[in-house]
């Protein structure tokens, strides 16, 4: 028979007691939706539910009600047509308030300052994220107010934006497919015959011109350019776009003066974020 010291004893019971204080103030189930997330990693970037339930190391009910709920927050993305996960982008959005601190933004920033000075017109930076484009940094010209609330952390739908659509012209179609079954975060109510084209062809479109330069689909009176950011390979993670009001130019004028800057801003941003390794993008 194996004795057991009052010390030893009692220092199994102080650990008890810090066991149940420690489990009494905290939530198990948050912790067990962020061992959900923890699942995924840069080589397992969709998984099925049963594989995300092995890792997370819980069981397969506790695991489906996690990911329904992270879903629906939209920080995890049901993979269309099979049994799979993804986490979105929307898992940055926790970090949002000290973006100031990323590197993404401190190379993205200080290049749309310089395009804002060349073109005297507002620039903003975004990414896709699930079926909607992200922005991540935004500058204005001036005080001139243009009559959208775009800010950092705005989410607007991909295939309904110019930026957006800048971004899915250069993904590969089946790509565009998925994000197109995708439902937008924030549904946004679009002007009256503001795509007439179908949406593949005005990809294709995009893609060969390198570029959309088209009237906003949102406000009246405002003209957007907007210019993919690529990589070496040529994938896009992310975009530029210029908005101008257009009582002060025409499309034309808002091509010659400012076509050219923002194709050389989005070539430094990409050659600054693959040297810099911040390259990355989630459908």
Sequence with gaps: MIKTSRHEAGDSELSSDLDEKKARSTVQS?????????????????LTLSQIAVTADLDPGTTFRMLNTLVDLGYVSRIPESRRFALTLKVLDLGFH??????LRSIVRPILRGLVSETNEAASFAVLQGADVLYLERVRAGITRLGVDIRIGTTVPATQTAIGQSILAF??????????????????????????????????QI???GF?????????GLRILAVPVLDIDGHPVGAISI??????????????????????AAKSIGKALEANGSIGSNV
């Design 30 to 46: 948050l912790a067990k939706g962020f061992r959900v997330l923890e699942a995924f990693t840069a080589e397992n970037d969709e």
């Design 98 to 103: 000290a973006i100031a601190r990323t590197d």
């Design 171 to 204: 993904l590969p179609e089946q790509q565009v497919h998925k994000v197109q079954a995708l439902t937008p975060t924030m549904p946004f109510s679009m002007r009256p015959h503001a795509m007439e084209r179908p949406l593949l062809e005005l990809l294709g």
């Design 207 to 209: 893609r060969e011109d």
């Design 212 to 220: 959309v330069l088209t009237e906003s689909l949102f406000t009246d």
């Design 243 to 264: 908005a101008a009001p257009s009582i002060r130019c025409t499309a034309e004028e808002l091509r010659s003066r400012a076509l050219g800057s923002t194709l050389e």
